[in-house]
């Protein structure tokens, strides 16, 4: 198989005790400890002030963290295509449609329910950026961020140029956190391109491996990297952190992985 | 992009299962469209249902799969020799270089929905019985597909509502070309459920009679479940001349509202002149368009002002949903299998239910089939959040196709 290329142009990033990319850094290479604390996902400044107030946690974050990676790209959102991955869909709907079809009044919030596919985060991507490009998302459950990483890449490389990846999961609330124990919400964005951009972060291949995958030495960020699908990222991302050429291997399916080779672009 | 091969196709509707009855209930101009008495829901509508889901038995090492999702795509793998002709590819491959990639919307919704009735009177904990993972979560469907047909290479499940099997056309396209995988099982499963049945009530998009796309009185949809599979190979250096090939795939996205189509149908437009360039073709070498038409007001009429912008009003098309309804997540990979039966059987299908067209849309619009072999086909996808995907398909042996 051939390797599936492309540089980090931009990155987003909002996890528990991650605000963006450039305070993140530190405690990915272990120079700043990493302090514990709950997400924190902004309100979608980006939409009008009707659709604002009513997305939920997944759009947020999803628009957050594609807007921090565009920012750091410099790319006009409205310019790229998109692909989104995420585990789930909106957990709080879900509990909130299902609780009310399991009781005697079935009538559900039109809202709700044009909110609770799992596409609602790219559809208000494309109305608060005005991005008419392709997009696409899709889900694969743990291996959630190995699946949209593959498709970005194959993007990149067999027919565009720079492509938005945006991988995110946010919590289920009880009772279907005992099923599915997500609980808080993990964000992350990459600009990926064919050509370097002029504040490249690194270059990384990608090709599907049998090798083990990586688990990460510090007990806090492996916490996260096992808590979050999105998060199955961080190998990579601690390597670009530290700007030193890497092989990681990431969480894919039960025995297909996917070794990232990073290099740093300076 | 480089034409590829569909070499095999399935489909189980309403209508039926596995190609022979579909084909002739379009040919019949059938609707399989029922008065809705699915689970308890008492809403005033139709809908497709599939006959004999409940009694499917998944076999015992994928128990933890059973829902009507995955009992659904068990039924529509098992039709047609699918499963045989997987087998072969698998073969000749490795499981390891082909794909699955499996559009659904709301995947195994149903169990969890099911589970909240049996909630734990003290704690609210969902009953021991209940698997998120291999049931409600989206993946769930996908999964299912790989293990039965003992595939483990690259997959995912594309859900972005009622684009989800046109897209995954995309997707597989992509990685065959990338070099990633030889071949790929692409689909669409989707299935009733509580969720969409009161949910698109509730925004008054459900017909209360089964529905007429495109029809002057159209007042909504009729929610509908399906199961559709095709297995995508590089094209052959000789193809047999009834080959169905994929010749195009274009995507886009409205950026306008989430549940409301683009007014002018700008998205839908933008996704079939895509799906026409990537085939490097004109709209003039497309014999016949298979409309997303779902039956309510605001799609059809986008969608109709797309193609009278793209295609002027010489180009015949229909939508088939009059004959099994809506599938939602499945809707792309049901739609793309009628094209290729029409492909292969040489007619075009017209609109079941239609009786009077809508005045302000003047397109040559089929209200019956029409016995003429179409070369190269439309098949249009769009959903919400304004996802739109637009397939082009072709008969290896129209000119300038396998070339």
Known sequence: MPGLAGYIDGIGLIGPGLRDWSSAKALLTGDAPYVEQAAQLPAADALPPAERRRVGRPVRLALAVGAQACLAAERDPASLPTVFTSSGADGDICHEVCRMLAGNDRQISPTRFHNSVHNAPAGYWSIATGAMLPSISICAFDGSFGAGLLEALVQVSATRDTVLLIAYDTRYPEPLRRVRPIVDAFGIALVLSQTPGRGALGRVEAELTHDAFDVIADPPLELLRAGYPAARALPMLIAVAGSRPSRNVLEYFDHLRLAVTTAPCR | ?403
Request: aromatic fraction near 6%.
């Open chain 2, 1 to 403: 992009m480089n034409p590829l091969h569909l070499s095999h196709f399935t489909a189980t509707t309403c209508l039926g299962r596995g190609l022979a009855p579909n084909v002739a209930a379009l040919r019949d101009e059938r609707s399989g469209l029922a008065r809705c008495c699915f689970e308890t829901v008492d809403l005033d509508t139709f809908v497709g249902e599939v006959a004999g889901v409940d009694d499917v038995i998944l076999p015992a090492a994928l128990a933890d799969f059973d829902c009507r999702n995955n009992r659904l795509a068990a039924l529509g793998l098992v039709q047609d020799d699918f499963i045989d002709r997987v087998a072969a590819a698998r073969a000749q491959h490795g499981p390891e270089r082909i794909g699955v990639f499996i559009g659904t919307s709301t995947s195994g919704i149903l169990q969890t929905e099911l589970a909240y009735r049996r909630r734990d009177p003290l704690t609210a904990a969902l009953p021991n019985d209940f698997f998120y993972a291999t049931t409600q979560n989206s993946f769930s469907v996908t999964e299912f597909v790989r293990r039965t047909l003992q595939l483990s290479g690259p997959a995912a499940t594309v859900s972005s509502a009622c684009s989800s099997s046109a897209k995954v056309f995309g997707s597989a396209a992509r990685m065959v070309e990338a070099g990633l995988i030889d071949a790929a099982v692409v689909g669409g499963v989707d299935s009733l459920c509580l969720s969409t049945l009161y949910g698109f009530t509730s925004l008054q998009l459900t017909s209360t009679r089964p529905c007429r796309p495109f029809d002057r009185d159209r007042d909504g949809l009729s929610i509908a479940e399906a199961a559709a599979f095709f297995l995508m190979e590089r094209l052959p250096d000789e193809p047999a001349a009834s080959a169905i090939v994929l010749l195009g795939v274009g995507e886009s996205s409205d950026a306008h509202h989430m549940s409301s189509p683009h007014p002018e149908g700008l998205g839908a437009k933008l996704a079939m002149e895509q799906a026409l360039a990537t085939a490097a073709l004109t709209p003039d070498a497309i014999d016949y368009v298979n409309l997303h038409g779902t039956g309510t007001r605001s799609n059809d009429l986008a969608e109709g002002r797309a193609m009278l912008g793209l295609f002027g009003n010489a180009t015949r098309c229909s939508s088939t949903k009059g004959a099994v309804g809506h599938t939602l997540g499945a809707a792309g990979g049901v739609e793309a299998v009628f094209c290729a039966l029409a492909l292969r059987h040489g007619f075009m299908p017209g609109g079941v239910n239609t009786r009077e067209l809508d005045p302000a849309l003047p397109l040559a619009y089929l209200l019956h089939d029409e016995a003429r072999a179409p070369s190269r086909v439309l098949s249009n996808s769009f959903g919400f959040g304004g996802t739109n995907c637009s397939l082009a398909l072709g008969r290896a042996d129209a000119p300038n196709v396998a070339t």
